[in-house]
């Protein structure tokens, strides 16, 4: 009788533990992330609120940059006192950009009011601009105030100007976002030298080369290159940009609508970026159908 009731003591006890010291988590509560996916989804989360605000982020930026430049031509040692903080934060943002250049979305931000659906705007183009901004601010600092010293010379204006058209490039190009877009007519891509646009009429043949990770070019072939229309200096003459999108994604969207003329028209809307995403093969990311950035 008395180990009976030993035994039922125990098992008594056991539960108790088990109650007080294991921690067990609730229905339809999910379970913990590992770290390295955690601070994956937070710098996602990140890029994703960026690039939807990139114009009052690049506006902000270039704000903190004028004020820099002020602080180090017209006082030093304000300056002195933003260097690092500065120098940590254009760190931080081309960490960030690096991070983000290696990814490659598989999706389209839907343009209605264009028509068109174009590759996503990158995160990565918006940090790296940002973090050439700080350099460049102080460089603009220290040539005001080498001229208020009277010791400018006519090579520090020279050697900068490179430098502040770099700078204005990477700006203009992380403001205008979306790279290629397809619209019921073709294909255009611009940046701020030029632009290609390629009418669906010239066939264009999309193939990404075997064994290519993450390419971030997507080559094309012309039946009628004759149609092809590109202005000012195009980024490349016959391949798109696919440093923001899936090159994959990208390439059979494209043979879709070669192959598929009577679905054109419908480009730019939500129910044809819904029939598209249905035809298409499985993408290996994405988010939400119809996400404007």
Not at 23 to 37: D, L, S, T
Not at 232 to 259: E, K, M, Q
Request: net charge positive; aromatic share 8%.
């Amino acid at each position: 009788m008395s180990q009976l009731m030993l035994t039922s003591a125990s098992h008594q006890t056991f539960d108790m533990i088990d109650d007080s010291v294991v921690q067990r988590r609730p229905i339809g509560q999910p379970a913990m992330q590992p770290p390295a996916r955690m601070v994956t989804g937070m710098i996602g989360k990140l890029s994703t609120a960026t690039v939807r605000h990139r114009s009052v982020v690049l506006i902000l930026g270039l704000l903190v940059a004028g004020m820099n430049a002020a602080a180090v031509g017209f006082a030093p040692s304000l300056g002195q006192v933003l260097f690092f903080p500065l120098v940590f934060l254009a760190l931080t943002v081309l960490v960030l950009a690096i991070i983000g250049i290696g990814i490659r979305p598989a999706y389209f931000v839907v343009l209605p009011q264009m028509p068109a659906f174009a590759t996503p705007a990158p995160a990565w183009k918006v940090f790296l601009a940002l973090g050439f901004l700080g350099p460049a601010s102080a460089s603009i600092g220290a040539l005001v105030r080498s001229t208020r010293a009277g010791i400018a010379s006519t090579s520090d204006v020279v050697l900068g100007i490179p430098w502040l058209v770099l700078v204005a490039l990477l700006f203009v190009e992380a403001w205008r976002g979306h790279g290629a877009q397809l619209s019921p007519h073709g294909i255009r891509q611009s940046w701020v030298l030029g632009s290609l646009t390629v009418p669906w009429e010239a066939l264009p043949a999309a193939q990404v080369r075997p064994g290519a990770d993450r390419p971030s070019r997507l080559r094309m072939d012309f039946a009628k290159p004759q149609m092809v229309r590109r202005r000012g200096v195009p980024w490349s003459r016959n391949a798109l940009r696919t440093d923001n999108v899936d090159a994959r994604f990208l390439a059979a969207a494209i043979r879709h609508y070669v192959c598929h003329p009577e679905h054109r028209a419908a480009i730019g809307s939500q129910a044809e970026y819904r029939r598209l995403l249905a035809e298409l093969p499985d993408r290996d990311g994405g988010q939400d159908e119809g996400n404007h950035l």
